[in-house]
């Protein structure tokens, strides 16, 4: 039977059927000279099952499938079948080298696992001042200094690949902050950057990912003077992160930014919420609210420490916060001794919140308080990533694969 070619202004459904879930797109015009025995949604359906290195593979056996795969509608496909499965992910950084692994999120109450493997993902080279940021939606955003020069990089621990940013539009050799944010209604990644001069931040740049031929940064800006401080966290397409008035000061607050709309607003922090925010506390994503997690003003907590507060965003125009505090349970020092667990973030499906202890010579523990039932629920012990170096381990939840092909 001789196969019928895909002419560029037919509309796919004429070939696959009229009630083809297939968006349209204009990439759909490279399926041509194909015979389509079954239809497309299905063939997305049976490769989103599929392992990202198998993904990779198919993509190669013909024009089709490597045109199916890379339609945005199948990466998003994946991605929501991978948020329903997300993982921990843990990078360390070895001999010059930034390393991820990788292993499954417990969603349940009940999975009482006390321990788990870890799996090698990728390792990419970097200087002694690497820095990981936070997951969004697949990808990790690393920042890192090489011979005094900052160096910023894009990395799919699933499909392995690393893109190196340009360099900022800026000739001043001073210190420079940036942040890693996504807007869900546009699906575009973005990149904030700022320098700073005279104890407050001075040039402002946005970078974006995709949708973009080529990568370039554009300035915009900002009229709320103020000088970085800690990282942050993209909840909704809002990037948050703490900030002071200026370099010398301790009047704290929390930036606003419309990844979006790439403009600035902030959040006034009043007595006693301040000191929280200016010792660094945990920012976390509470059921899609800005959240806070320390422990005596810090943003860990140790065996001598016997609670933590939780402090939620409860009206961001009134900037209004709602403070809850928490009794770690009696068998809590015998799980403590001589360790020292950071507050990670909240698992939004069991209502728990993670805290992480991975320092020499200790192994990596994780530990799942549930904010409902007040007490420590497990304790897992993660294995297959070799002895902790002086650094430690980072940690971040609810990682998803995104098996998006460049």
Known sequence: MKSRRLNVSEDPRTILGKHSRVPTSNSTNALENSEVPVPIDVMMDIFSRLSAKSIARCSCVSKLWFSILRLPYFTELCLTKSSARPKLLFACVRHRELIVFLTPQPQHSYERSSRLAATFHMKIPCGDFCDIISPIHGLVFVRDVQKFKLVSVICNPTTRQTLTLPKPKTKKRLYISSYFGYDPMEKQFKVLLMTERDGISDEHQVLTLLGTKKLSWSMIECCIPHFPRFDGICINGVLYYRASVDIYSNMSMIVCFDVKSETFSFIKVMEPFINAVASGATLINYNGKLGSVLSEGRPYICGRDRRFEMWILKDSDKHEWSKFVYEMPPRWQHI?????????????????????????????????????????????????MGAIKRNGVIMFLDHVEDVRLT
């Open 336 to 384: 403590s001794e001589r360790k020292v667990f950071r507050f990670i973030g909240v698992i939004g499906t069991t209502n728990e919140i993670v805290l992480s202890s991975s320092r020499p010579p200790d192994r990596c523990y994780v530990l799942y308080y549930s904010l409902e039932r007040k007490t420590i629920i497990r304790v897992v012990e993660i294995q297959g």
